[in-house]
C-alpha cells in the first residue's frame, strides 16, 4: 500500500508527501529491528535463566560429591594410621579390626559427574548466557579440574592396593566388602557421608582365618612402606580438596555445604 502511494506521488511530483512515506519506511524498519532485537534478547535471557538454574542444580551435585570425596579420603587416612600402628607395633588391636583397617585403606571413590547442562553449554557455544559470573566461572573449574581424575587413579593404582588384593584370599576380601565397604548414600544427604567408611563392623569368620591373612600381610616387607605411601596419598588428596579454596568456597556457596570440620 505504501509502495502504490509513493508511486503515486512520484508520478505527481508531490516531493513533501515522498519524503514522509520515506520517513515512514525508515522509521518501520527501524522499530521491526528494535523489536526483534527486544525478541530475541528477551528469549536469550529466559534460556539464560533456564539454564542458571539447571547449572545451580548440577553444581549442587557436584557441590555434594565434593564433601564426600572429602570425607571418603578422611575415613581411608584414618583407617590407613590405623593399620600401620598396628604392623609399626604400636597398637594393640586385633587381627580383625587390622584386615578391616587395612581393607578400608584400599579403597578409592569414584562417581559421575553432573555435567550435561555444562557440557551442552559449551558445545553449543551458548555459555555465555549464564550472566552470573560466580556460577560460570565454578563450573568452568569444577569440570576442567584433573584434582578428581587424579585423586581416583591414585587410590586405584596404588601400590598397597595390589599388596592386599594379592595377599588376602579372595574369600576374606568378599566378606569385607558386603560387611565393612562404604556405606551406599543417597546424592544430597551430608548427614550420611560422615563415616560412610569408618564405622564399626566385624567379619563373622574365623579367628585361625583371620590371623593367617594379617599374618601373610605382616611377612610381606613391602607392605608397612606401600601403606605409608597410601597415607600420604589420601593427605595429599585432602589437601588438594580443601586448599582450593576460590572452588572450595564458591561450590560451598552455590549448593550449601558444610566447610570440614564444622
Not at 24 to 50: E, M
Not at 120 to 129: A, D, K, N, R, Y
Amino acid at each position: 500500500m505504501i509502495l502504490r502511494r509513493v508511486i503515486k506521488h512520484l508520478r505527481d511530483q508531490e516531493w513533501t508527501a515522498i519524503s514522509i512515506d520515506f520517513i515512514i519506511v525508515v522509521v518501520g524498519v527501524v522499530v521491526g529491528i528494535q523489536v526483534s532485537n527486544w525478541n530475541s534478547d528477551l528469549q536469550a535471557q529466559r534460556r539464560g535463566q533456564v539454564f542458571s538454574a539447571k547449572l545451580t542444580q548440577d553444581l549442587g551435585i557436584e557441590a555434594w560429591s565434593y564433601q564426600f570425596l572429602i570425607e571418603y579420603n578422611d575415613d581411608v587416612l584414618h583407617n590407613a594410621e590405623r593399620a600401620i600402628e598396628y604392623l609399626s607395633g604400636d597398637s594393640d588391636i586385633s587381627d580383625e579390626q587390622f584386615l578391616i583397617n587395612a581393607y578400608r585403606a584400599t579403597r578409592y571413590s569414584y562417581s559421575d559427574r553432573a555435567r550435561e547442562t555444562y557440557d551442552e553449554l559449551i558445545s553449543t557455544g551458548e555459555i555465555g548466557l549464564i550472566s552470573e559470573s560466580i556460577l560460570r566461572e565454578t563450573a568452568s573449574s569444577i569440570y576442567n579440574t584433573p584434582m578428581f581424575d587424579l585423586i581416583t587413579d591414585t587410590g586405584k593404582d596404588s601400590e598397597f592396593r595390589r599388596i592386599f588384593r594379592g595377599n588376602v584370599p579372595t574369600q576374606i576380601q568378599r566378606v569385607l566388602l558386603n560387611e565393612c565397604g562404604e556405606i551406599t548414600v543417597d546424592t544430597g544427604d551430608y548427614d550420611a557421608i560422615v563415616d560412610a567408611l569408618d564405622y564399626k563392623c566385624s567379619l563373622g569368620i574365623s579367628e585361625s582365618v583371620i590371623k593367617e591373612a594379617a599374618s601373610t600381610l605382616r611377612a610381606n616387607v613391602a607392605t608397612l612402606p606401600a601403606l605409608r605411601v597410601r597415607l600420604a596419598d589420601a593427605e595429599t588428596a585432602l589437601d588438594l580438596l580443601t586448599q582450593s579454596q576460590p572452588l572450595y568456597n564458591n561450590l560451598r556457596e552455590i549448593g550449601g555445604f558444610p566447610r570440614r570440620g564444622n
